[in-house]
């Protein structure tokens, strides 16, 4: 492994850390010699991720059933951290398939709690602690319907480019310190839960989770750190 690449000490937190994409990630961080706390909801996702880290890496693995749209829980969380290098937001979900005047009001609060109010929580946590230990990286898992507004996504592509508008105006706000914040915006990722909902799909063509881990796991290191404020499709 490539020595800009090793994370060894550093301690990262993968919100959503059990899920398709945010699995890959967490893995990719334990690979690399961090400890990793994450996320999640269900205990037979994180059962999962802990056999994949195996006995060498499960020491530094650490799970935390936290609902990240609650503020006071997630402050808790990264007190109980102690230190904090990096913050991976993977949480997010998904609603599509209705025009905007037939989608109901529960759907769009769903999806700004999912997510942008995740990312608003999780930042306004984390980056008191990374300011006050003088660094840190926030990568923030957005969509490409941030930028690409599809009919029957109103409630997603507005939720994302929200997403992608908080870490923006967040990586202004960061301008002159060592921490610094970014977006992703995937595509369709190759998932379980993606090929069940899309079996006639060409899955060829969509990312693998494990290559967008490998971006994120980029940003949150040194070579990374002149970028700042970025949306990078991926």
Not at 18 to 31: R, S, Y
Not at 36 to 52: F, G, I, K, Q, S
Not at 71 to 78: H, K, P
Not at 166 to 193: H, M
């Amino acid at each position: 492994m490539r020595a800009e690449m090793t994370r060894a000490g550093e301690v990262v937190l993968v919100a959503g850390g059990t899920g398709g994409l945010g699995k890959a990630v967490a893995l990719a961080f334990l690979e690399a010699g961090a400890r990793v706390a994450v996320t999640y909801r269900n205990p037979d996702e994180y059962a999962a991720l802990e056999a994949a880290a195996g006995d060498a890496a499960r020491g530094r693995l650490s799970g935390h059933a936290v609902d990240v749209t609650d503020e006071s829980a997630v402050r808790r969380l990264v007190n109980e951290l102690g230190r904090l290098d990096a913050l991976v937001n993977c949480v997010g979900g998904f609603a599509g398939g209705t025009k905007l005047w037939e989608t109901d009001a529960k759907t769009f609060d769903r999806m700004l709690d999912l997510n942008l109010r995740s990312g608003l929580v999780l930042c306004r946590a984390a980056v008191p602690a990374m300011l006050a230990r003088g660094g840190g990286a926030i990568v923030n898992v957005a969509s490409r319907a941030a930028v690409d507004h599809g009919a029957g996504l109103a409630a997603y592509a507005v939720s994302k480019a929200a997403a992608v508008a908080l870490v923006d105006s967040l990586a202004a706000d960061l301008a002159g310190t060592n921490v610094r914040a970014n977006s992703v915006l995937p595509s369709i990722i190759d998932t379980e839960a993606n090929r069940r909902a899309m079996p006639k799909a060409d899955f060829s063509k969509w990312p693998k989770p494990e290559e967008i881990a490998g971006v994120i796991l980029f940003l949150c290191g040194d070579d990374a750190r002149l970028i700042r404020g970025a949306a990078i499709p991926v």
